[in-house]
């Protein structure tokens, strides 16, 4: 992505977020690029997709609802109850609907950042744990998860979603089941050495 479409994404993305958010949004862009160069990840789709994750982040739950209705986007009963992940699902589908980036593999990195899945691309393992370890993260072992990053894109996976998978379970929040087959599929990978 040169300059001048990475600036029409920040003029785009700016007014709809928090300054906090709009700094973590470009931090995580910017992990992404690292984690793409070291693990062979295209570095223009994990600027791009990095950038653009968390789009719908700061816009209400009834918008966003909105938004995946208008596009015939029927979420189940856990994603309902889970509005956290919203964002997730209604950013990829603004992306593609109404900024009109094309790219499912961009969509999809936008799409699992908060949950993943089984079978995840590299570009969505890049997406998911730079948002994970991007610089502006402060909270207890990010440090840890951060040098798991760059050893291996899987370990830091299993340690991501056991984090997440711990925190919903002390709100005793629901738990979709694309994370429980993302985590998985990651110990497969790690027992099985893929």
Do not use: C
Not at 16 to 32: D, I
Not at 80 to 103: M, R, T
Not at 112 to 124: D, F, I, P, S, V
């Amino acid at each position: 992505m040169n300059k001048k479409e990475k600036q029409q994404y920040i003029d785009i993305i700016k007014p709809m977020l928090t300054q906090k958010r709009f700094e973590h949004s470009l931090n995580v862009s910017e992990e992404a690029v690292k984690l793409a160069k070291k693990y062979g990840a295209d570095t223009e789709k994990a600027e791009l997709a990095g950038l653009l994750h968390d789009i719908l982040k700061d816009t209400p739950p009834e918008k966003q609802l909105k938004i995946l209705a208008d596009f015939g986007i029927i979420m189940r009963d856990v994603e309902l109850s889970a509005k956290k992940f919203w964002h997730a699902i209604s950013g990829a589908v603004y992306i593609k609907h109404v900024l009109h980036i094309e790219d499912e593999d961009v969509y999809n990195a936008v799409r699992y950042h908060t949950t993943g899945r089984k079978n995840m691309t590299l570009l969505e393992k890049v997406i998911f744990i730079a948002d994970f370890i991007s610089k502006d993260r402060n909270y207890p072992g990010v440090e840890d998860m951060r040098k798991a990053a760059y050893k291996s894109l899987d370990k830091a996976i299993v340690e991501g979603i056991a984090f997440t998978i711990t925190e919903l379970a002390k709100d005793r929040a629901p738990i979709v089941p694309e994370t429980i087959d993302a985590y998985n599929d990651a110990v497969w990978a790690l027992r099985h050495g893929n």
